[in-house]
């Protein structure tokens, strides 16, 4: 068995998140990378498991040496195109991990759990510094990475992981508001739609908040509280502790 591989035809997307359609089973089969999904027979697309390069490789599957007909079809090699995912140090903007500390803004917010765009990826690890490596070949610091246009990472922080204390006391509403700009941990890659996050740490919560009612920009007065400094109205978020 014997693997080629050819270049990147024109119809392959340049870069591809997990979960985009990038071929099909009527032409390709699916390689390292990518998967098929079993929910809809009438399905034939090929999706990406992993970001990166979409790339086709040709894949000859020598004939069985067992069988003494040379003249069966079983000793034609079988020549087939395989559809995979290449992926590099560089081959495209970073994904969230599990313990990546990102920057997402509050979009929606419900009884039992709170909605984000993530916005900015971070590096591993919650103290200053952690996860910035030296790699071994060029030694450059991993730096934070800016979501790209067009690149939904959605998350969501559950009522039980937006505190570390007293999590049955914790009370939504009075912990984030819609427009707040949060510091998270991401903790699973959940399902296909959603991250899980937490802000169950010191460092971890409300960064930036605006004043519902004057939209002013407003500063932390306590791990509990921000303050309008116009107005010196105060409203309740769970605050990140400043680094």
């Known amino acids: 068995m014997t693997v080629e591989m050819s270049s990147q035809p024109p119809q392959l997307p340049s870069f591809a998140f997990p979960g985009l359609a990038i071929g099909s089973t009527k032409k390709h089969i699916s390689g390292p990378g990518t998967h098929v999904t079993s929910s809809s027979p009438s399905d034939n697309s090929i999706y990406a498991s992993l970001a990166g390069k979409p790339a086709i490789s040709t894949l000859t599957t020598k004939p069985s040496s067992s069988n003494s007909s040379l003249s069966s079809p079983s000793k034609i090699p079988k020549i087939q195109s395989v559809l995979s995912i290449k992926r590099g140090r560089r081959a495209g903007p970073r994904l969230p991990e599990v313990g990546s500390i990102c920057l997402c803004r509050v979009v929606r917010l419900q ?8 916005v900015v990826i971070g590096e591993k690890g ?9 790699g071994g070949g060029g030694g450059e610091e991993i730096e934070d990475h800016v979501v790209p246009e067009g690149a939904d990472f959605q998350g969501i922080i559950r009522r039980e992981d937006i505190r ?3 999590k049955d006391k914790v009370k939504v509403e009075e912990s984030f508001r819609v427009g707040d ?3 998270g941990e991401v903790i699973s890659l959940g ?3 959603n991250y899980y996050l937490t802000t169950a740490h010191n460092s971890l919560g409300v960064i930036m908040a605006t004043n519902e009612k004057s939209g002013n920009l407003m500063f932390p007065i306590s791990w509990r509280e921000f303050r309008d400094p116009v107005s010196g109205e105060n409203e309740a978020r769970k605050v990140a ?3």
């Not at 919650?126 to 030296?134: F, K, L």
């Open 126 to 134: 919650r103290e200053e510094g952690v996860g910035r490596e030296q």
């Open 191 to 193: 399902d296909q739609s």
């Open 164 to 166: 570390a204390m007293e």
């Open 241 to 243: 502790k400043p680094f």
């Open 111 to 118: 009884v039992r759990q709170v909605t984000v765009q993530i």
């Open 181 to 183: 700009l949060v510091r």
